[in-house]
C-alpha cells in the first residue's frame, strides 16, 4: 500500500505564477516531512523541509504547508521559473533521521 | 560544498553476477542510507547505517549486504544479480543538526544494468 500519494503525476504552469504541489499520507507516525527536487541522471535535491509542530516553513520562493490533522502537506512555488522544472517528490519520517517514504513525484513544467 | 560522492556512476552486468557500489558520505555525517529507484517508480528505502552500524534495513534482499567503514564510507554489495536488480541505486548521507529535520543529502546514484 502506498504511505505517502502524490495524486497529480504533472503540472504544468505559467512562468511568473504560483505552482501548488500536493502530498497526502496515510501514517499519523510520520513526524518529518521533506521536500525533494530530481531532474533525470540526477539524485533528489532538499528543497525544504518542515516538522509536525509547526504549520508552515518558508524559505525563499518555497514554502510547505503542512495539515497533521487532514495528512496533508503541500508545496508553493512563487513566482514560479522554468528552471523549476523537475519531478518534485515529497518524503516522510517518523524520526528525525529515520528511513524517508516517498510519493510517486509530480513532474512540474514551468512554461516560459 | 562537498556532496555525497558515488560510484561507479553506470555500471552493467550480467545474471548472476556480483556488483559493488560505494558511497562517500558528505564530510561529518556520520549516518549512510540507501535507497534503489526502478524504472517510473520512487526511490524505496534499503538499509541504513548510523557511526559504522546497521541502524534500519527495509526491503534489501537476501542477496544483498551493505556495510558502513571507519572513515564512514559505505559499500552495497549485491550478489546473483537478476534482471529486475537494475535500478538506479541512491545513496544518501546526513548528520544530527540539533534542529528539528536531520536533512538526507542525496547523492547522484548509480544507474545499474543487469543484462
Known amino acids: 500500500d502506498q504511505q505517502v500519494k502524490q495524486n497529480s503525476p504533472s503540472l504544468s504552469v505559467q512562468e511568473g505564477r504560483i505552482s501548488i504541489l500536493n502530498c497526502d499520507y496515510t501514517?499519523?507516525?510520520?513526524?518529518?516531512f521533506l521536500w525533494y527536487k530530481k531532474y533525470p541522471a540526477e539524485g533528489p535535491t532538499f528543497l525544504i523541509s518542515?516538522?509536525?509542530?509547526?504549520d508552515k516553513n518558508e524559505d525563499g520562493r518555497f514554502t510547505v504547508f503542512l495539515n497533521k490533522s487532514a495528512k496533508h502537506l503541500s508545496l508553493h512555488i512563487v513566482p514560479s521559473q522554468p528552471g523549476d522544472s523537475a519531478v518534485y517528490f515529497c518524503?516522510?519520517?517518523?524520526?528525525?533521521?529515520?528511513?524517508?517514504?516517498f510519493g510517486e513525484g509530480t513532474q512540474l513544467t514551468v512554461n516560459p | 560544498a562537498a556532496g555525497v560522492i558515488q560510484s561507479p556512476r553506470h555500471l552493467i552486468k550480467e545474471k548472476r553476477e556480483t556488483a559493488t557500489l560505494k558511497c562517500y558520505p558528505i564530510?561529518?555525517?556520520?549516518?549512510v542510507y540507501w535507497y534503489q529507484q526502478g524504472p517510473g517508480q520512487d526511490p524505496q528505502f534499503l538499509i541504513s547505517?548510523?557511526?559504522?552500524?546497521?541502524?534500519d534495513k527495509g526491503s534489501i534482499p537476501d542477496r544483498f549486504s551493505a556495510q558502513q567503514f571507519s572513515d564512514y564510507h559505505s559499500e552495497l554489495n549485491m550478489s546473483s544479480l537478476e534482471l529486475g536488480d537494475s535500478a538506479l541505486y541512491f545513496c544518501?548521507?546526513?548528520?544530527?543538526?540539533?534542529?528539528?529535520?536531520?536533512?538526507?543529502?542525496f547523492g547522484p546514484g548509480t544507474r545499474l544494468t543487469v543484462l
Open positions: 547505517f548510523y557511526e559504522k552500524m546497521q541502524s
Open positions: 501514517n499519523s507516525m510520520f513526524d518529518y
Open positions: 564530510p561529518r555525517h556520520d549516518t
Open positions: 518542515i516538522s509536525s509542530i509547526k
Open positions: 518524503a516522510v519520517g517518523e524520526t528525525s533521521g529515520s528511513r524517508l517514504t
Open positions: 544518501a548521507s546526513s548528520s544530527p543538526s540539533g534542529g528539528v529535520v536531520d536533512t538526507q543529502y
